[in-house]
């Protein structure tokens, strides 16, 4: 683990918001679940706002680092702003990743956005048969 940054490592050691959301707003899946990486975000939105977001992965230390990284940049953004964050966002928020853990960073801005689109899709749905 030397070739991974404070940040990374503690990241890793005690991920932030693991876990699940009853009742999410959206969730979005990356990754094939039966093998290699796989990410489920679940967000929690309030008017236009990121209140929560927590995730379940399987994968390499950089995966949960990323994960856990992510959260915490999403969480009390508007979705617009979300839908702004980058790969390169999460490896700056974890001071960089090794050359060969780069495509880690993909996970966790991909899966939030799968969850914000899933929330979009669900609030169309939601209108479209006349619930407010």
Do not use: W
């Not at 990410?39 to 994960?67: H, W």
């Not at 060969?100 to 993909?106: A, M």
Request: hydrophobic share 40%; aromatic share 6%.
């Amino acid at each position: 683990m030397a070739f991974y940054s404070e940040k990374v490592i503690a990241h890793f050691k005690e991920p932030r918001n693991a876990g699940s959301l009853n009742d999410a707003d959206g969730i979005g899946e990356i990754g094939d679940p039966t093998c290699g990486d796989f990410m489920r975000v679940f967000i929690r939105v309030e008017g236009n706002l990121i209140t929560d977001v927590k995730y379940q992965i399987k994968g390499c230390p950089a995966s949960i680092a990323v994960a856990s990284a992510m959260t915490e940049l999403a969480i009390g953004k508007d979705l617009d702003d979300a839908l702004m964050l980058t790969d390169e966002d999460v490896v700056e928020a974890l001071d960089g990743l090794p050359e060969e853990k780069l495509h880690c960073s993909v996970l966790g801005i991909t899966g939030l956005r799968k969850a914000i689109q899933d929330h979009f899709m669900r609030y169309i749905n939601r209108d479209s048969k006349g619930v407010k």
